[in-house]
């Protein structure tokens, strides 16, 4: 019998979800995001997520900058096309964000996500309060357009 990869991380008798702390009524979360993505929210005004393409099922903002960051830097600008990685935030209805399971995907202090099935993408858009907000940027080798260090965006995006 083949296990899959949740498995092998996590055996059945592993903790894979931890319960929500007490929240106020908005609960900030963190995306890393390579550029395509990132002119998509753009496109939205900087108010919604696109929708996933196929092979991604769900959408998973991150509970925290350290992991967001870990991804952009360590994932997004050494594996994407062209090789940049963004980190941004968002604040969303606490209403919302706690009907999600927090997923402990590695170090339980550190990667905490949710997974947002496709379908509910909508939904969580509509719970987004104000901005979507870029925080930082990590251009990998090969990288060559300008990023302003202020909005942390390509110069000519």
């Known amino acids: 019998m083949t296990s899959n990869w949740l498995d092998t991380l996590f055996p059945s008798n592993a903790e894979r979800t931890v ?12 995306r890393p995001t ?7 929210v753009a496109q ?23 992991y967001a960051e870990e991804i952009a830097r360590d994932w ?7 090789p940049v990685g963004f980190v ?5 209805r606490a209403e919302e964000a706690t009907r999600y399971e927090i997923q402990v995907v590695g170090a339980q202090a550190q990667h905490q996500e949710l997974w947002v099935p496709a ?4 939904r969580f858009n509509a719970a987004i309060a104000g901005p979507i907000r870029v925080l930082a940027h990590y251009a ?5 357009e300008p990023i ?5 965006l390509p110069i000519h995006f």
Do not use: C, M
């Open 19 to 30: 319960p929500w702390p007490a929240v106020g009524e908005l609960v900030t979360l963190y």
């Open 34 to 40: 390579g550029l395509q993505e990132l002119r998509l």
């Open 44 to 66: 939205s005004g900087w108010r919604a997520w696109p929708p996933r393409p196929p092979d991604q099922p769900i959408f998973y903002p991150v509970l925290n900058f350290d």
């Open 76 to 82: 997004n600008a050494k594996r994407n096309d062209p």
């Open 88 to 92: 941004t935030a968002f604040d969303v």
């Open 119 to 122: 379908e509910e993408l909508d």
């Open 140 to 144: 990998g080798a090969g990288y060559t």
């Open 148 to 152: 302003n260090p202020d909005t942390h």
